[in-house]
């Protein structure tokens, strides 16, 4: 089964619940409004259905393989990664001065979506140098983001990220990698780095790496990383390839899912020393590396949105032409399609609705950045960059998590042909598998929730989104329907829910860290869980006004809404308990280590 691109959907989620018209409003977004986002998001649809849905199983029988150091991608990547840049896709949201679109994050969030349902394990190389790009733009120097920058985004080549050593995981203060400075502002890099996506393939002429490594005499900790450029080939004066740079791919990961997309063991340094360039100031570099991990955060929530999207289009088309069993209040004689009986509806529509959440709270998120970036209004900038930070990590957890749960879903809809590979099914669990883990798993995207963005600035943010919340569980009162009377009910428990948690981590973070943290994933999730419904409530009131204008569209907006309030929003209270109530950290620090 190839993929379609839910256009409509996104476009009603980007015009209702994002704002894009007050975004194209912004300064330099004049061209952005509601047709210019439907143009592109029918070509980008038409390009993954055609160029790279088709691609995805192949990845997955035929991976990405290594030899002798050069890696070759699997058939058909290469020539799809041609057409993708010349299309100009790598450049949607970067700026015009560099050859980008400068199209607005909200219409680029959609098209990020398009190309992770399609082929996650292709997509991985442009969420990679997007946020070689983004680091490049912000700490870089003028000179380097003159040589880089249009090269990045031509896709004439593509950046990786290189954090993780052997012993060097999620601690990054345990960094061993040095930088040996030459004296003439060029420095020598040594060490070996793992994980490291598209770290090395034939897809690009070069690939440029931005690698954290230690200067001599450096303070010790994540306050003595530095950031540097280290590209595979060296770059002559005129902007030509140059000789090949001592960094050398030493072998590729074989994994569980997402095999296309190589995972490189890099090797630095060993035949004299990597030739590596500082990204602005020494010691500053996990500061600058940040940049491009918030990037690729954001960006793996969306391929959590996108897998889901994909694993629900396959157990749809499944459950239609799936024939088994007589329904169960018999209205029929003969076997029916499984859609027809009540647990597998309650499945799909698990499926859909967890989908459908997380992809608004995204598109919403993604035009706040919009707002905190352009708004003309200094107060309305920094008040939307702090509710776009604050949903980053839920975006990349919550996201993450239910992608894995909807494609375990989808599997369990194909019933034993979900498990036999043939099928499809099977992939996309897999593929999902990895997304709670890299770019931060879910526990550190936690505990950036608590520690980062509801403690450093004392709830706040987090008490005016939940405001809104709250405003629109009222006005939903005020309407008759069953649909959403049941979701003004609970929205406003899983508002008053979250609200409790909120407060349970402001007062006792200190005295009590166990306490806090011991919750900080439930806490995580109930917020993925409130504010996704949120944003469920919200469409549900533009479809109730409009349902007129086109019915069969806004009743199964209405339908999936009124799902949500009963089957996933019902969950806010026991996760508050588990938090708050039962003082859930006793049970789970109530056996010793050594008795596990």
Known sequence: MSYTAPVKDMLFVMKELAGLEQVAALPGYDDAGYETAQAVLEEAAKFNGEVLAPLNREGDKNPSFWHDGEVTTTPGFKEAFKQFAQAGWQGVIHPQEYDGQGLPKVIATACIEMLNAANLSFALCPLLTDGAIEALLTAGSEAQRELYVKKLISGEWTGTMNLTEPQAGSDLALVRTRAEPQGDGVYKVFGTKIFITYGEHDMAKNIVHLVLARVPNAPDGVKGISLFIVPKFLINADSTLGARNDVHCVSLEHK?????????????????????????????????????????????????????????????????????????????????????????????????????????????????????????????????????????????????????????????????????????????????????????????????????????????????????????????????????????????????????????????????????????????????????????????????????????????????????????????????????????????????????
């Open 256 to 596: 569980l899912g997402i095999k296309a997309s190589p995972t490189a063991v890099l090797q630095f340094g060993d035949h004299g020393g990597a030739t590596g360039y500082l990204i602005g100031e020494e010691n500053r570099g996990l500061e600058y590396m940040f940049i491009m991990m918030n990037a690729a955060r954001f960006g793996v929530g969306m391929q959590g949105v996108g897998v889901a999207d994909r694993a629900y289009q396959k157990a749809v088309a499944f459950a239609r032409d799936r024939v088994q069993s007589r329904p169960v209040d018999g209205a029929a004689k003969q076997s029916v399609a499984i859609i027809e009986h009540p647990d597998v509806r309650r499945m799909l529509f698990t499926m859909r609705a967890l989908t459908e959440a997380s992809r608004a709270l995204a598109y919403v998120a993604a035009s706040a950045a919009d707002h905190g970036h352009r708004s003309p209004d200094e107060a309305v900038r920094k008040q939307q960059q702090a509710v776009y930070e604050f949903l980053v990590p839920i975006i990349k957890g919550w996201s993450t998590e239910l992608s894995v749960e909807v494609a375990s879903l989808g599997v369990q809809v194909h019933g034993g042909m979900g498990f036999i590979e043939e099928t499809g099914a099977a992939q996309y669990y897999r593929d999902a598998r990895i997304l709670p883990i890299y770019e931060g798993t879910t526990a550190i995207q936690a505990n950036d929730l608590i520690g980062r963005k509801t403690l450093r600035d004392g709830g706040a943010t987090a008490k005016a989104i939940l405001q809104q919340v709250a405003a629109t569980a009222e006005t939903l009162r005020g309407h008759p329907q069953p649909a959403a009377q049941a979701m003004a009910q609970q929205l406003a428990r899983g508002g008053e829910a979250l609200a409790k948690v909120i407060e349970f981590v402001l007062a006792n973070a200190k005295s009590d860290p166990n306490a806090v943290f011991a919750g900080s994933v439930p806490y995580l999730k109930l917020a993925g869980i409130v504010l996704g419904g949120w944003q469920m409530a919200r469409a549900l009131l533009v479809a109730q006004a409009k349902h007129d204008e086109d019915v069969a569209f806004y009743s199964v907006k209405i339908a999936t809404a009124h799902f949500y309030a009963d089957h996933i929003l019902s969950q806010a209270s026991a996760l508050e308990a588990s938090i708050v109530t039962a003082h859930g950290q006793e049970s789970i620090l109530a056996l010793d280590s050594a008795l596990f």
